[in-house]
């Protein structure tokens, strides 16, 4: 979804020429896989950072082009609406220093973004879902003005026969209202990490990844409310599913092949049989026709960027060209501070790597529909969340992190390289917050409990212990 398109409206031929291209690639892909040809080096990772520009009343922003023109960074790049944007790390090798120099660049690259910003009055947010956004933000004259963005809105329009997008999130409170078209998915904004792997250890991956989302959507809560209702402590999730969705609904979330959602069950062999189903049970939406060999993967890959799974398969190319495989983990939300994220990556990476080296797989004793039951009940309802582990016991989220999967996720991460003390430290982050209850929905809840909904005061308040930087356990209501 990264490239710039020329069109926004399509005809039948292309629609069917952009089908024959993708099966082509989707065959190609399938024999690079078997023939071995999948890139198999070091794990590296890397993550995107979308976030919120705001003004001098806290409110949205909608400035992306202008504070992009001023910045002129490739690695900060446009998002769907003129007041988010997008952050970018470079890939790093998982083993050595490698979540100091994540949280480093991110700084850095965080800090050279907010002058530009403050060059036109703006102020840069990483929040998950902005507490003083408006349903009126979110008008269709405030999303970005690329090309794409627009073309995709009309495609998931035609898809629902022009319909009215309902959301209907029921949460601690309620919230219904209805809307013309995709900009909903604007007010969400992530945190999504990626790590690379060999086709070997990609199922494997994916699926500790799949099994872990229960833990790390709960510690990174960081959406509780939206239009001033308190609903979900991870609201991100049925906001971003009901945003773009062109079926019916499931139990009140998206079914096993909604364009965003928990998908359809574990991964069985080198991912392939993601880029099948994508191939066979997704709607084109962009059917971008693109001038490039088939050894691109073009057209595979972009429409795989219309499917939002929040565990999401990739095919990129290292640097000499050879294709490799990546895991999208997209559950997390945005902040609350860059050190708050560098932490949850490490608790990612680490606790993924060592389930996955796990004897019969990660996935032997937990099967697919509980993995996704606790997906959804620590979204609502956080670290207070009761969720099922192998062996079907029922067990506390918070606790199951704290005594099971941070030692494991330490296990992981020294098993891959990375320095004792860098795993200890940012571990402990997540330790802390876990222990204390405290992630930043737990914050921004108990600054409403105690200063009333005074969603401009609790946002300006956030944006200073944002900018010191100290971990949202750490931060006074």
């Given at each position: 979804?990264g ?5 926004i409206?399509?005809s039948r031929?292309a629609?069917?020429a ?9 065959e190609?892909f399938?024999?690079w896989w ?6 198999d080096?070091?794990p590296h ?6 976030a919120?520009?705001?003004d001098a009343s ?8 202008e504070?992009l023109n001023t ?10 609406a003129?007041y ?9 090798a998982l083993a ?5 120099a ?6 850095e690259?965080?800090?050279l973004?907010?002058r530009a910003?403050?060059?036109h009055q703006?102020r840069?947010a990483m929040i ?6 408006d349903?009126?933000d979110l008008?269709l ?5 690329l090309?794409r963005?627009?073309?995709?809105n009309?495609?998931?329009l ?8 309902q959301?209907?999130?029921e949460g601690?409170e309620q919230?219904?209202t209805?809307?013309n ?6 007010a ?7 790590l690379?792997?060999s086709?070997?250890?990609a199922?494997?991956?994916?699926n500790a990844?799949?099994?872990v989302?229960?833990a790390t959507v709960?510690?990174a809560a960081?959406?509780p409310?939206?239009?001033g209702r ?5 609201t991100?999730?049925p906001?971003f599913?009901?945003a773009v969705v062109v079926g ?9 092949m ?11 062999d080198?991912?392939y049989g993601?880029?099948?189903e ?5 709607p ?11 050894e691109?993967l073009a057209?595979?890959?972009?429409h795989?960027g ?8 990739l095919?990129?190319?290292c640097?000499d060209?050879r294709?490799?495989l ?5 559950v ?8 708050d ?11 993924v ?8 797989g990660p996935d032997?004793?937990l ?10 009940a ?6 207070a969340a ?5 062996g ?5 989220l918070a606790q199951?992190?704290?005594?099971e999967?941070l ?5 992981g991460l020294?098993?891959?390289?990375v320095?004792?003390?860098?795993a200890?430290?940012?571990l402990g ?5 876990v ?9 921004q809840?108990g600054f409403v409990?105690?200063h ?7 946002l ?5 212990n944002q ?8 931060w006074?209501?």
């Open positions: 979804m490239e710039e398109i020329e069109d409206e399509y031929e629609f069917q952009f089908a024959e291209r993708l099966k082509a690639e989707t190609l399938k024999r078997k023939e071995g040809l999948l890139a080096e070091a990772i890397g993550l995107e950072l979308e919120w520009l705001v806290a409110r949205p922003a909608p400035l992306n082009a504070v910045l002129r960074n490739p690695m900060v790049v446009p998002e769907l003129q988010n944007l997008e952050f970018n790390s470079r890939p790093l050595g220093r490698s979540f100091s994540l949280e480093q660049e991110l700084l690259l965080w800090k973004a907010g910003a403050a060059e703006a840069l998950g879902i902005l507490p003083t956004v349903d009126a008008g004259e405030r999303m970005s003005r090309k963005y627009h073309a995709l009309e495609q998931v035609v898809l629902r026969n022009r319909r009215p997008i959301l209907d999130i601690v919230l219904r209805s809307h078209d995709v900009m909903l998915e604007s969400a904004t992530s945190l999504q990490l990626h690379q792997a086709a070997a250890q199922p494997a991956l994916f990844a799949v099994m989302s229960a709960a510690l960081n959406s409310y939206l239009f308190r609903l979900w402590e991870e991100r999730i906001l599913e009901q019916p609904q499931h139990g009140g979330h998206a079914g096993p909604a364009r965003v959602g928990f998908g359809s069950g574990y991964a069985r080198a991912l993601f880029f099948v994508n191939r066979q049970h997704y084109v939406l962009l059917p971008v026709l693109m001038n490039e060999p088939v691109k057209h595979l890959r972009l795989n219309t499917i939002w799974r929040w565990n999401r398969p095919v990129g190319f640097a060209g294709p490799h990546r895991i999208e983990h997209r997390m939300a945005a902040g609350p501070t860059p050190l994220m560098t932490a949850n990556a490490a608790f990612f990476y680490g606790v790597r060592a389930l996955a080296q796990r004897p019969g032997a004793r099967p697919f529909p509980l993995a996704e039951r606790n997906f959804y620590a979204a609502r309802h956080g670290l009761r969720v099922t582990w192998r079907g016991q029922e067990v506390d199951l992190i704290d005594e999967l030692p494991l996720a330490e296990t020294v098993s891959a390289g320095d004792k003390a860098e200890e430290r940012y982050v997540v330790r802390a917050r222990r204390g209850r405290r992630t930043g929905s737990a914050w809840i409990e105690r009333g909904p005074n969603f401009r005061a609790l300006e308040r956030y944006l200073e900018e010191r930087n100290v971990p949202v356990h750490e006074a209501v």
